[in-house]
């Protein structure tokens, strides 16, 4: 039980390994059967209410030579089908449940995409942030306190489709502003490897004694 004097004295932020080769790009899009040069944009995620990957779905509506897939399972999958399906993006959309690739796959993404209403610390930013892709994403706490917009991601308002679309369109429009990004955030994401976090650890354990 916390007691009233209880207080925090250290916070040791999560960190990540270094990422793997990136995907075979036409390989992967093979596999999902679509086109060779199509435009691939990436999220990762339990399919949850928290994560909005509705929002995704919806955004690639205006965005006409766009390709989406979706990596991750949860009770929200049959919900985005049939929304995929509604909107007339189905044969763009690929829910490919959970890969044992995932973070390869980031490396191969032309975008990461995060649409979620709110996070902690998103491990699958740190990821894309060291895969060296460009990142659109909801600016929420724990994505705010990450990235800066137009700095090393274009981050939009929660919830806004046509902000999120905007975005990405914007990123896939402008090869060297997604390479200015991603190369911003790669280089502040070595304040978030998993060398920083056991060194981390091991200062906060060896201030107990």
Aim: glycine share 6%; hydrophobic share 50%; charged share 25%.
């Amino acid at each position: 039980m916390w007691s009233t004097a209880s207080r925090v004295t250290a916070t040791v932020m999560n960190g990540v390994a270094p990422p793997p080769a990136p995907a075979d790009r036409r390989r992967l899009l093979s596999e999902w059967d679509l086109p060779s040069d199509a435009r691939l944009v990436v999220t990762v995620g339990r399919l949850q209410p928290q994560k909005r990957q509705e929002l995704a779905i919806a955004a690639l509506a205006e965005l006409p030579e766009v390709t989406l897939a979706v990596l991750g399972e949860g009770p929200e999958r049959e919900r985005l089908a049939a929304l995929a399906a509604q909107l007339g993006v189905a044969d763009r959309v690929r829910l490919v449940g959970t890969r044992p690739d995932a973070r390869a796959i980031l490396g191969a993404a032309d975008v990461v995409l995060t649409t979620s209403d709110w996070e902690g610390l998103p491990l699958v930013l740190l990821e894309a942030m060291m895969s060296g892709t460009p990142i659109v994403a909801t600016a929420v706490r724990g994505v705010r306190e990450l990235l800066r917009h137009d700095v090393d991601a274009v981050l939009c308002p929660p919830g806004d489709v046509s902000a999120i679309a905007d975005g990405l369109a914007t990123v896939l429009a402008d090869p060297s502003l997604g390479a200015r990004l991603a190369g911003r955030a790669a280089d502040a994401s070595a304040r978030y490897t998993e060398r920083v976090m056991v060194d981390s650890y091991l200062r906060l354990y060896e201030s107990f004694l």
